[in-house]
Each structure stands twice: as structure tokens, then as C-alpha cells.
């Protein structure tokens, strides 16, 4: 059973900095942390959950349009961690973050962690 836990979260001022870190465990031999499609969304409290940045096996990543070259997402297949690092934050990226495993038909979640950008 995948399991990711999420942590770095926490409040700073607009156009400050921070790096989102999920672990993951639980993998199999056959179905390796390096199969898994992965996935940082953020949730606002009565919204949808919104995709902010993906990363496929191969390391070809993908934005939303309101953090392009403001977000980087990165993974490392030997210590089982996919990163998102966020620069020049803004009030509108207050939200809870999730970090998503994907293969096939199994989507694994993280239990969220806030991140707040207020002065």
C-alpha cells in the first residue's frame, strides 16, 4: 500500500519561498516509486482540488498556468521523494497541498499539508 506523507508547509510573506517535500513508501519490486506518475494539487476550502504541477517516470514535468515559472517540481527516484519548490508566492496560492502517486487505475494521496502566504 502507497503511502506519501507531505511536509515544509507553513506561512510567508507574499514573494517569499517555499519547498513542499513528499515522502513515499510502500512499493513494490514490480511496481517501483519510479513507475508512478506524480502530482502536487492544492485545495481552498469549497473548491475543487486543482492540479499545480505533474511529474511523469521520465522527468517531463507540467504547470498549471498560475505557477509556471514560479513553481519547480522535481523527484528522486532513490530516496522515493518527489519536491515541489515554490519561489515569488502569492496570497492566491494559500491552500492545503496533496501530493498524488498515479499508475494505472491505483491514485495514492498524501493527508495534505497548508501552506499560507500572507503579510
Known amino acids: 500500500q502507497v503511502q506519501l506523507v507531505e511536509s515544509g508547509g507553513g506561512s510567508v510573506p507574499p514573494g517569499g519561498a517555499l519547498r513542499l517535500s513528499c515522502a513515499a513508501s510502500g512499493f513494490t519490486f514490480s511496481l517501483p516509486f519510479g513507475a508512478y506518475v506524480l502530482r502536487w494539487y492544492r485545495q481552498t476550502p469549497g473548491k475543487e482540488r486543482d492540479l499545480v504541477a505533474g511529474?511523469?517516470?521520465?522527468?517531463?514535468?507540467t504547470y498549471a498556468d498560475s505557477v509556471k515559472g514560479r513553481f519547480t517540481i522535481s523527484r528522486d527516484n532513490v530516496k522515493n521523494t518527489v519536491t515541489l519548490q515554490m519561489s515569488s508566492l502569492k496570497p492566491e496560492d494559500t491552500a492545503v497541498y496533496y501530493c498524488n502517486a498515479y499508475f494505472s487505475s491505483s491514485s495514492s494521496w498524501g493527508q495534505g499539508i497548508q501552506v499560507t502566504v500572507s503579510s
Open positions: 511529474i511523469t517516470p521520465s522527468g517531463y514535468s
